[in-house]
C-alpha cells in the first residue's frame, strides 16, 4: 500500500508542477501494482510464489506480459485491453517511442521544463482515477481484513466507485 500511496503522491506532484511525461510514467508504475495484485487476490498460491522465489526467478516468471496474459485467460478476455493499456501508457511516458513526444510537444511544439495543459491533465486524472481504485481495491482485498468496521468500509468504497464508474465510465 505505501508504494500505492507514494507512486500516486508522485505523480499528482508532478502533474501539479507541470511534469506530464513523468506523471504518466507513475500511472504506469500503478497499472503494475494492479495487475500483479489483481494476480494474487485470484490465486494466493502466485503471492507465495512470489515472495518465495529468487530475484532472477522473479523476473522472469512474473514478467508484466506474463501477468497480463494469465488474467486474460482467468477472465476469458481476447482483446488485450490490458496489453493496450500497458502499451499506451509505456509508449508515451516510460520508453523513448515519437509517439511519446505528443505529450512533451502539444500542437507539435516540444516543450522544455513543465507547462500548462489542462487537455493532457484531464487525460491523467482520467489514467490516474481509473489504476490507482482498482490498485487500491485488489490490494484491500489481499489483506482479506475481518474486523467488522473495515468491511463496512471497503463495501462502502466498493459501492461509490461503481457509482463513480457508471457516472464518469463507459465501461466498468
Known amino acids: 500500500m505505501a508504494r500505492v500511496f507514494n507512486t500516486a503522491g508522485a505523480c499528482l506532484k508532478l502533474v501539479r508542477a507541470g511534469y506530464f511525461q513523468p506523471a504518466f510514467a507513475m500511472v504506469r508504475d500503478l497499472l503494475e501494482i494492479e495487475f500483479l495484485a489483481d494476480l494474487f487476490v485470484r490465486d494466493r498460491e502466485y503471492l507465495r510464489r512470489w515472495i518465495s522465489v529468487d530475484a532472477k526467478v522473479r523476473k522472469n516468471e512474473f514478467k508484466q506480459v506474463s501477468i497480463r496474459d494469465i488474467l486474460d485467460k482467468l ?45 493532457i491533465l484531464v487525460a491523467l486524472f482520467q489514467e490516474l482515477a481509473k489504476h490507482l481504485q482498482f490498485a487500491c481495491i485488489h490490494l484491500l482485498k489481499l489483506l482479506d481484513p475481518s474486523e467488522p468496521e473495515i468491511l463496512v468500509t471497503i463495501r462502502s468504497l466498493d459501492q461509490t466507485l461503481v457509482e463513480w464508474r457508471k457516472k464518469y465510465r463507459a465501461e466498468s
Open 75 to 119: 477472465d476469458g478476455h481476447t482483446q488485450k485491453k490490458r496489453a493496450k493499456a500497458y502499451a499506451l501508457l509505456s509508449t508515451h511516458a516510460t520508453h523513448v517511442d515519437l509517439d511519446g513526444f505528443q505529450i512533451i510537444s502539444p500542437d507539435s511544439m516540444t516543450q522544455i521544463g513543465p507547462f500548462p495543459s489542462e487537455k
